[in-house]
């Protein structure tokens, strides 16, 4: 005899519920994991390395901040020897150098930071007054974010 209180369960109801779990899963893995960083690349931790590099935050102001040099990157873009790159107010990527603090990326140099172009050194493969891609020092600014 047939329980006729009881309802069948809808296929629609078990995927709704499947999908809903998948989705927490994977924002509580997401939340977890920390892309392209390994302990001794972690860009806000303080540097023992040999070229000397010093990490330092100022969290009431939103900057991270690193002292560089090309022994970090694979091709050194600016025309300068050292500078400290900073991450600003979660987006905005500056490089300082003698003095003066340049914007990276559009967006600092949209929140009034003078262009990078002074400093940015030349690529004499290119020729032609083109410049050394900055792509590697612009993606590190952004995680220091």
């Not at 990078?116 to 007054?129: E, F, I, N, R, S």
Request: hydrophobic share 35%; aromatic share 8%; net charge negative.
């Amino acid at each position: 005899m047939l329980d006729e209180t009881r309802q069948p369960k809808k296929a629609g109801t078990a995927i709704a519920g499947g999908f809903l779990m998948l989705m927490l899963i994977l924002a509580f893995a997401q939340s977890c994991s920390t892309p392209d960083a390994t302990p001794s690349e972690d860009p806000t931790a303080s540097s023992t390395s040999s070229d000397n590099e010093d990490s330092f935050d100022d969290a009431s102001a939103g900057t991270h901040s690193i002292r560089v040099t090309d022994a970090r990157f694979d091709k050194w873009p600016f025309t300068v020897d050292a500078g400290t790159l900073r991450c600003r107010d979660g987006a905005s990527v500056t490089f300082e150098a003698d003095g003066t603090e340049y914007g990276v990326n559009g967006t600092a140099q949209d929140a009034g930071y003078p262009s990078v172009k002074p400093v940015w050194a030349d690529d004499p493969a290119l020729g032609h007054g083109l410049k050394v891609d900055i792509s590697e020092v612009l993606n590190y600014g952004l995680s220091l974010c």
